[in-house]
């Protein structure tokens, strides 16, 4: 599957879709993620981006150089760009039942405000920094394949950070809990999970 099918496949994800995307060139992340948040926000929904290896300010400027109207979309609450720190590791730990909570609460948000569902994506590479692989794949878990919350999301993984931990079955691992896997780069393609 070619840039082109990747991107069609992301505008076009539905609600409890959880998907994982493996990258390993911020241009390819930024492409996708920055494509799949648009079409959101072009559809009325509201979007999320948890920034966990660029800051919140490169990921913004990053948008703008996409064509997303980061200011008009932040001030009328559909967008926000979100420090890690501030959502997956909260005083230093992390805690599942409180990330989860977050989600429904950023999602009964938009739809109090009227949005038309919430998009998510998360950058995953901060577990990986902090040690916290073992409360990442817990995480990836309780998510389950097909999102309980009727959000959309997509996890970011750097296939380079994640090839650091030098344990193969962890790509499986992370793999199993999603529905779809992406993998941008030469060889990329959207490959439907079993």
């Given at each position: ?42 559809q ?20 703008r ?14 967008l926000?760009v ?12 992390f805690?599942i ?33 902090n ?19 009727p ?6 993984y750097d ?26 780069g ?6 439907s999970?079993?």
């Amino acid at each position: 599957m070619d840039k082109e099918e990747i991107i069609k496949f992301v505008r076009e994800m539905k609600a409890t879709d959880h998907v994982i995307m493996f990258y390993s060139e911020p241009e390819d992340k930024h492409l996708v993620l920055f494509a799949y948040l648009k079409a959101g926000l072009d559809q009325g929904a509201a979007a999320a981006y948890v920034a966990g290896q660029e800051t919140p300010e490169e990921i913004r400027e990053g948008m703008r150089r996409f064509g997303v109207d980061v200011e008009r979309f932040e001030k009328s609450g559909a967008l926000r760009v979100i420090d890690h720190w501030d959502w997956y590791i909260v005083g230093g730990s992390f805690d599942i039942s409180r990330t989860m909570e977050m989600w429904k609460k950023l999602y009964d948000e938009a739809l109090a405000r009227r949005f038309k569902g919430l998009r998510v994506t998360g950058e995953m590479a901060c577990f990986f920094e902090n040690g916290m692989v073992k409360e990442l794949i817990e995480y990836e878990k309780a998510l389950h394949r097909a999102l309980e919350l009727p959000i959309t999301a997509i996890c970011a993984y750097d296939s380079n950070v994640v090839a650091k931990q030098g344990r193969g079955e962890l790509f499986l691992d992370l793999i199993k809990a999603h529905r779809t896997v992406i993998l941008t780069g030469p060889q990329g393609g959207v490959v439907s999970s079993y």
